[in-house]
């Protein structure tokens, strides 16, 4: 009954499984609990898993390791509950985090392929093997279909985008950076250490004279490091950038155009879990070596164990107060009380992809919607579904008669919830104590309850969902979904209540903007999805004025209503602070169709970008 409880939970059971995953794994290939101990605590404590929890999904890794030790258990006696095994690791995997699902599918083949071949007693004994396991993975991808399908879903409407090499490219791990303190972090200081200890005792070695010690019977070293070395390789990404503008093609490329859903990944730079996964299983095998008779083993192992805690979190990491309880849960209790059904949007919301305090407190709307379980129309999520652009640009404008009617007539609303002390000095000027067309029905301190007095006019919520499942070719207004053609194209933006100057503080400004419709076209804008809606965005020029600088994309602002023709419109855009140096820059506003590269107008007008703390300045015009 309580997610926070459930979210600590989780967090005992995918740290300790995970430390028991690869606690077994090399167990089973040493014979020595002091290197198993030290391996599961190496993968398990590292400053990245300490810092993902807001992302628990990267936290539940233990079936990597008893996918790798079912592989070896079936090419050592060849029992089929070992398949089961092999098989059961790879579909929980993908159920635990759908990045290392798509991770150790790539990459397990690879294990499988080496150590086939290193328990093999004849030169085609590893076939016969290899393909049973082959098989199994594709049963294993066979089983997670139902649970693909609404990825599948999410594709076909665009919630779930497929990210250009370009953008992926981004997000790529050049090789050199595994010689940084970016590696310590993902791979942990023990596995790194132990690392770098056996290429001294193997350099020691060699130097000396000596002869290496021959690897156990069946040690799973060189499959390890093959399947590592094409982590770290799919971690590049598309291309290996190198100086002077060379350009590499990587295998990355053809997962992306073969793999189904691989295009989806826009973070390649996490096969380095794999990297740091492997790693720690050789500081086991590590370990092993340098102590496997040595009476001080337990003290040692205990030693790396307490540096691993301290190296993971030096200190207790930062949280913040969930408030599900006290004054603050106060607001929630009520809703749960309420009979009947009906919807819950919280002010201030997101009211753009770019609004980084707005997403935290749509996370905190989140987390309070477990106390009353009512749909909210705000959140946040890395894949906002094809409707948010849609609802986002009413609740932009709340709360204003046209906003809320066109929230009521597509949407169960029944609640806002109204926090005054969120509200910045220009959002609390437009909600006045007694807001039009909202009935106050409870307050909480400084949060208060509103329920809309307007009742559906357009019962649109049917087109809504014919327009998600990309069967609707006009807008909810009626007016043709395709690209306007060049005589509807004319049209200006005639004005803009643009801010004079802005801040590094990552608050969206909100700018009412007005445009014009010239042509004797409808200009379709009331598209759920938003393919071929004409609506209004904006760059971001420096001052050096290189108009084609790579900048952050703003996502295209929706106007409220259809356009008519030879007529005006109002709209707005939540400007978001450029990414640069101080200075004055340039902001244009662009006036454009979604799908067409060309705007139909632009506006430009400069902005004087402050560093934080700098006074305030008079406009240059």
């Known amino acids: 009954g309580n997610v926070l409880t459930m979210l600590k939970a989780y967090l005992v059971e995918t740290f300790a499984l995970s430390g028991l995953g690869m606690f077994l794994y090399v167990r089973h290939h040493t014979k020595n609990?002091?290197?198993?101990?030290?391996?599961?605590?190496?993968?398990?404590?590292?400053?990245?898993?300490?810092?993902?929890?807001?992302?628990p999904q990267y936290l539940g890794l233990a079936f990597v390791p008893l996918a790798l030790l079912s592989v070896d258990l079936y090419l050592e006696d060849r029992r089929r509950r070992w398949l089961v095994s092999f098989g059961a690791s790879l579909v929980l995997q993908a159920l635990s985090c759908v990045y290392v699902g798509f991770f150790i599918f790539a990459l397990t083949p690879v294990y499988v392929l080496v150590r086939a071949i290193q328990l093999s007693t004849s030169s085609r004994g590893w076939v016969a093997p290899t393909t049973t396991l082959a098989a199994t993975m594709v049963a294993s991808a066979i089983v997670l279909i139902p649970a693909a399908l609404p990825y599948l879903g999410g594709r076909s409407e665009g919630s779930i985008p497929?990210?250009?090499?370009?953008?992926?490219?981004?997000?790529?791990?050049?090789?050199?950076?595994?010689?940084?303190?970016?590696?310590?972090?993902?791979?942990?200081?023990?596995?790194?250490?132990?690392?770098?200890?056996?290429?001294?005792?193997?350099?020691?070695?060699r130097w000396a004279v000596e002869a290496d010690s021959a690897p156990r019977r069946g040690a799973p070293t060189v499959a390890l490091w093959a399947m590592m070395a094409c982590a770290a390789i799919l971690a590049v990404g598309?291309?290996?950038?190198?100086?002077?503008?060379?350009?590499?093609?990587?295998?990355?490329?053809?997962?992306?155009?073969?793999?189904?859903?691989?295009?989806?990944?826009?973070?390649?730079?996490?096969?380095?879990?794999?990297?740091?996964?492997?790693?720690?299983?050789?500081?086991?095998?590590?370990?092993?070596?340098?102590?496997?008779?040595a009476a001080y083993a337990p003290l040692a192992a205990g030693t790396l164990f307490v540096l691993t805690l301290f190296g993971t979190t030096p200190e207790p990491r930062p949280v913040m107060a969930a408030n599900l309880h006290g004054p603050p849960a106060a607001p929630y209790h009520w809703l749960a009380d309420q009979p009947g059904p009906g919807a819950v949007l919280e002010i201030p919301a997101q009211t753009s992809e770019m609004d980084a305090i707005e997403n935290l407190r749509s996370s905190r709307y989140m987390v309070a919607s477990s106390l009353h379980w009512r749909p909210l129309l705000n959140g946040y999520t890395a894949y906002p579904p094809s409707s948010a652009g849609?609802?986002?640009?009413?609740?932009?404008?709340?709360?204003?008669?046209?906003a809320l009617q066109l929230l009521v007539d597509t949407t169960d609303l029944r609640w806002i919830l109204l926090h005054r002390d969120a509200l910045t000095d220009a959002e609390a000027a437009r909600w006045p104590t007694r807001p039009p067309d909202l009935e106050r029905v409870a307050r909480f301190g400084d949060t208060e309850i509103f329920t809309p007095k307007l009742t559906r006019s357009r019962d649109w919520r049917?087109?809504?969902?014919?327009?998600?499942?990309?069967?609707?070719?006009?807008?909810?207004e009626g007016s043709p979904l395709r690209p306007l053609p060049e005589e509807c194209r004319r049209g200006a933006i005639v004005d803009a209540d643009l801010p004079s100057e802005i801040g590094p503080i990552p608050l969206p400004r909100f700018a009412r903007v007005r445009i014009r419709n010239d042509s004797?076209?409808?200009?379709?804008?009331?598209?759920?999805?938003?393919?071929?809606?004409?609506?209004?965005?904006?760059?971001?020029?420096?001052?050096?004025?290189?108009?084609?600088a790579f900048l952050i994309p703003v996502p295209l602002f929706r106007l409220l209503a259809d356009v008519e023709p030879h007529s005006e419109a109002d709209g707005a855009v939540m400007v978001t602070p450029p990414h640069g140096q101080p200075g004055e820059w340039t902001i244009e506003l662009r006036l454009l169709q979604e799908g067409s590269p060309e705007p139909i107008a632009t506006l430009r007008d400069r902005v004087v970008f402050r560093q934080a703390g700098t006074p305030r300045k008079s406009r240059q015009r």
């Open 462 to 476: 049917d087109s809504i969902l014919a327009h998600l499942g990309g069967e609707s070719t006009a807008t909810l």
């Open 390 to 402: 849609f609802f986002a640009a009413a609740i932009r404008e709340l709360p204003s008669q046209e």
């Open 162 to 205: 497929d990210y250009d090499l370009a953008y992926v490219q981004i997000a790529g791990w050049a090789p050199w950076r595994y010689f940084s303190s970016e590696f310590v972090w993902r791979a942990g200081i023990v596995a790194v250490l132990l690392f770098a200890v056996d290429l001294a005792a193997r350099a020691w070695r």
């Open 238 to 293: 598309p291309y290996l950038l190198l100086p002077g503008g060379l350009q590499i093609p990587m295998p990355y490329v053809a997962l992306y155009e073969i793999v189904p859903g691989f295009s989806s990944i826009r973070v390649p730079s996490r096969f380095v879990i794999i990297v740091a996964a492997g790693l720690a299983a050789l500081g086991g095998f590590t370990f092993d070596r340098l102590s496997s008779r």
């Open 520 to 548: 004797d076209c409808v200009w379709p804008a009331t598209g759920v999805v938003g393919r071929n809606v004409v609506g209004v965005d904006y760059r971001w020029i420096p001052p050096e004025g290189h108009d084609e």
């Open 33 to 55: 609990a002091w290197a198993a101990f030290v391996a599961g605590a190496a993968f398990t404590f590292t400053p990245f898993r300490a810092e993902t929890v807001p992302q």
